[in-house]
């Protein structure tokens, strides 16, 4: 069965707001210990008031939610959290954005943020198994000086942070606008990520590239308009963190049916999947993967693709990274061999095999690898 098989499959992340992470309930117990006055009576009431028109609409509220976090066990709380469930779906390893501004304008210090997720990170690699890395996002609606500021606070927690990002309401905030903080955070040796290309332009998409020197692109399922641009990404395999739940919930796409991922991936792009915001989307990583693959109707070589891309553009040191790619074709290798005991020929041909026999080929299922 292939949801058994995306259930299974270890799995990388590399789009996931830890601000989008807060469930509702754990919101609502923060608040109480937190004696602050929230503007639901239940959960039941904060779920129904995830209905968004468009990004700006999703984000007022999330920003919202993420009001309740002020102490450091509270960024220490939220992260954990996230981390179980990442590794409750087979996550092995996760770059998690977050949003400082976010929390120092509203008085919380860089220092309570910072220490109280990456505290939770430590431990999960301890006692999970589960690596991660952490990347710190500008909000693009503040000013470019408020983002050196921001980065200025970063620099004692240098060694805890591998890049930078940019995020928040993209249409009239282009990537270009940051271009004097991006270069300040690659002089520091800082890699750099963008928003671009989710509710914004293909041009968005160039300047992040061009501009930002960006490594990856977060969403850039707008790219798609520009022939040029897609050719370049297509040459260059710039990774693509689409999130496909999110498209839906913030009408990026009507519905997931209508999705381009599909497309994408005929395209040659280097797409993979990711769950932005998944306490407000409705899914994580998997329920992602899930919902695209019975929609598009993907197949076991497409998700293969699409988790394999992952696990290379991912910031990790090329040891950890074979040592993961490993362990994902050991995976593939014992699925196609207890699919040939099934004789069920629930096995599936990605590069990787192709150099088995055609016979074995045309009986829909590979000799052992
Ligand atoms: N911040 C959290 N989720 C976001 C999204 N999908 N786009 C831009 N900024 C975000
Ligand atoms: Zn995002």
Not at 46 to 62: I, P
Not at 130 to 150: P, V, Y
Not at 294 to 315: G, M, Q, W
Request: hydrophobic share 35%; with cysteine.
């Amino acid at each position: 069965m292939i949801e058994t098989f995306i259930r299974d499959i270890p799995k990388t992340e590399l789009h996931i707001h830890i601000e989008g992470s807060l469930e509702p309930d754990l919101m609502f117990e923060i608040a109480e210990r937190n004696k602050l006055v929230f503007p639901f009576n239940s959960i039941k009431e904060v779920r129904s008031a995830y209905q968004f028109t468009d990004l700006k609409s999703f984000l007022d509220v999330y920003y919202e939610g993420a009001g309740v976090l002020v102490q450091e066990r509270d960024f220490y709380d939220m992260t954990r959290a996230y981390l179980k469930r990442a590794h409750a779906q087979n996550v092995r390893h996760t770059e998690i954005f977050f949003d400082p501004q976010t929390h120092t304008n509203r008085g919380i210090s860089f220092e309570t943020v910072i220490t109280g997720i990456h505290r939770a990170l430590v431990d999960a690699q301890r006692h999970l198994g589960i690596s991660s890395k952490l990347i710190m996002c500008f909000l693009r609606h503040l000013s470019t000086d408020s983002a050196i500021e921001t980065l200025k606070q970063a620099l004692p927690f240098k060694e805890w942070i591998v890049g930078v990002g940019l995020d928040s309401c993209e249409v009239g905030y282009p990537p270009e606008k940051f271009t004097r903080v991006f270069d300040k955070a690659l002089e520091e040796g800082f890699l750099t990520v963008a928003h671009a290309g989710e509710e914004g332009p293909a041009e968005y998409v160039r300047q992040a590239l061009e501009k930002l020197r960006v490594s990856r692109i977060d969403h850039g399922v707008r790219c798609v308009a520009d022939t040029q641009l897609v050719k370049k990404l297509v040459a260059e395999q710039v990774p693509l963190t689409v999130c496909p739940l999110s498209n839906v919930r913030l009408h990026i796409f009507d519905s997931i049916k209508k999705h381009n991922l599909k497309h994408m991936l005929e395209l040659g792009l280097c797409v993979t999947v990711n769950s932005d915001d998944p306490a407000y989307f409705g899914g994580y990583i998997t329920e992602n993967f899930l919902a695209v693959q019975e929609a598009l109707n993907l197949n076991h070589d497409d998700i293969y693709r699409l988790v394999k891309n992952s696990f290379e553009a991912t910031f990790l040191d090329k040891q950890r990274k074979q040592y993961l790619i490993t362990e994902l074709d050991t995976f593939i290798s014992g699925y196609n061999q207890r699919g040939m005991e099934r004789h069920k020929g629930d096995t599936f041909t990605h590069s990787m095999h192709q150099t088995l026999n055609k016979e074995s080929c045309d009986r829909g299922s590979l000799g052992s690898v």
